[in-house]
């Protein structure tokens, strides 16, 4: 199989502050990895990285086997950021039209092709029966799916998602990550999944990258979740306590450092 | 009521008005409409105050004030896109700026005696006092943004809406904010001249603002406000040739009181929704 995303040794410094340090990781295509860490440890940060957004300032990494950067036209990319029309009419078909094919010059008109495009999108990302609605009324959980529909275009190889499920209840975060499943099946496209709980996505998930001081580790679910790998990546004892079919991460100090239960 | 448009239209002042205003409505409305879906209404206004010392100021180097306004505004403008979208949505820092500026064009004002007349046309606008010159840079300026949108809308709108997807896919977001803000900086002088300064928004967000409350795509949405702008525009024209008041009134009441039906009819339809 070939390699989707291969970065060797790599080392973030921003500001004079080392950001990460000696990060390996080798993700392969179709594969469908949940990106952990406490906030600001540096997942946006390795997102970006992986864009060709931040450069290195050690290491190396590839994205298909190519500089980051140079195959940013097949990876699909979910920000953080959300989209706020208030007081808008512009439909959810619009919006999601505005974006195909964002890159060209000219004007904003869609041809066919690309009109379908957008309609596979809407449909692959759930947001099909409601594409003609108005985007400004709907709820926290179907704006997230125009996110996704938008980052679905163009048939990306890698899809990388900045925390889709901030802000959501769960229900609507199950039926997200119900929907990132179903497009890894149906697309084959290598999924790279931010979160901040790994609950949610701990039936879908094949992998694991955990950030957390400075490193990262990498590895299986039941690898990379557990009190001995997550004490060594903290530098500080950290239990892993599953209890009622969840996992808890607590700090041996007693706070909770993820809180891993959000209902 | 024929006959008196044909007698006011035998005027080549109200002859240049008529195609100042349609040339500065346009590029308003269109331009507006990205402003809308930007939010950078502030900016927008600052852009065209910021514009009152070149105009003020132009005398002092023997420009005319669309010359000056032109310079100052272009200038802020790219000086606006470099910081990007931080700028664009700190009110602090448009603020102060905004009035530094405002303050120099007082100054300039001051070293003008006599001028106050020609302030109020800054101010204001003067779109019967638009000389034959202005007609030509106007054309100019107007073509070259519009063509420059030809070329960069698709981006443009991509870059608005979804700015992180954007920058992801490689396009340079600081690159846009310039090209866009100067684009922005020649829209707001042109429609200044129509309305003068003050009353900028009328021309580049008012439009635009009300087509987004009730269109649905982009271009619904683009067609409308230019519809808008124009109607405004030449209706504004004609009433102030009929009633000897100022055509910025009539541009003004048009627009306030489409604004106002539009916010009736759509808290109406949309209630609930």
Redesign the interface.
Known sequence: MTSAISITNGGVRLGGRDILQGVNAEIATGEFIGLFGPNGAGKSTLMRCI???TPLSSGSISVFGEAP?RA??V?G?????R?S?E?????V???V???E?????????NSRAARGEVERALELAGAGEYA?R?FS?LSGGEKQRI?LA??LLGKPRLL?LDEPLASLDPRNQMRMVENVARIKATTGATILFIAHDVNPLIKVMDRVIYIAGGGAAIGSPDEIISSAALSKLYGAEINVVRAEGKIFIVAAEGNVTEAAHHD | MIEHLNYFLSYDFVLNALIAGTLAGILGAVVGYFVVVRKAGFAAHALAHIGFTGATGAALFALSPLEGMLIISVLAGMMMGAYGNRLQRSDLAIGMTLSICLGIGMLFLTFYRGFAGHATAILFGDIFGVSHRQIIQTLVLSALSLGTLLVFSRRLLFVSLQPDLAEARGISLSASSIIFSVILAISVTLASQVVGILLVFTLVIGPAGIASRFCRTFWSGLATSVTIGLLAVWIGILLACFTNWPATFWITMIIFFLYLITEAVCRYAFRGA
């Open positions: 864009l060709g957004l950067g940013n036209g990876i990319y979910m920000p953080q950021s989209t029309l007081g808008s009419a512009l439909t078909r619009a919006l039209s505005a974006v094919g964002g890159n060209r010059w000219g004007i904003p008109w003609n108005r009324v996110a938008q980052a990388i």
